[in-house]
């Protein structure tokens, strides 16, 4: 599978399943509106709920959402890694992305494959498990084989993933100068909080 052929497909609207370091993810186009509410459909989510965005590198992120040089330092220790932070959207963000919560969740990926997809893409992506809301994230392909309809295009990615387990990425917010966790994941949040402190 030519990473072209995904391009194409996210840019007329489609969406991918793809790997990632942690679990499997749901991509579409964060500027397609009826691509997002189509990966909510797909999801069974609820349309208030926020939806995290993968970007190429910090220069991206600091396009979606309000990041100082203080911030940014500290974005750059983790990144490209397993920890997705939720900070100030700008109002370029979609509110069917923020939830109309003003925040945004942004992740840097350190996958080969998509490092290569956000670079050459310029644009960003989705970044949610693939699985139905209340439902087990996708840890490898057989996860996906069990419920993914065949619209969806599934990323041709094959790793030895035998005993592989992942909590997903750790979420952390980011408001009025405090770090809090929303959501535990790979990256233990104490130490990320080590990090923060050091500020």
Known sequence: MKIEDVISHLKAGGIIAYPTETVWGLGVDISNADAIKNLFNLKNRDTTKAISVLVAN????????????????????????????????KSIVPDEITGKTGFVGLRCSSHPFVSELTKKLGT????????????????????LLKWLPSEVMKVEWKEDRKGFSSLGSTVVK???????????????????????QKL
């Open 124 to 143: 960003s992506i989705t970044s949610t498990s693939a699985n139905k809301s209340g439902e087990s994230p996708a840890q490898n392909e057989n996860d």
């Open 58 to 89: 910090i220069f991206q992120a600091r396009e979606l959402a309000e990041i100082d040089s203080n911030l940014e330092k500290f974005m750059s220790l983790f990144w490209p890694g397993a920890v997705t932070f939720v900070v100030r959207a």
């Open 174 to 196: 980011i408001e009025n100068e405090k770090l809090s966790l929303l959501r535990q994941g790979d990256i233990d949040f104490k130490f990320i909080e080590n990090h923060f």
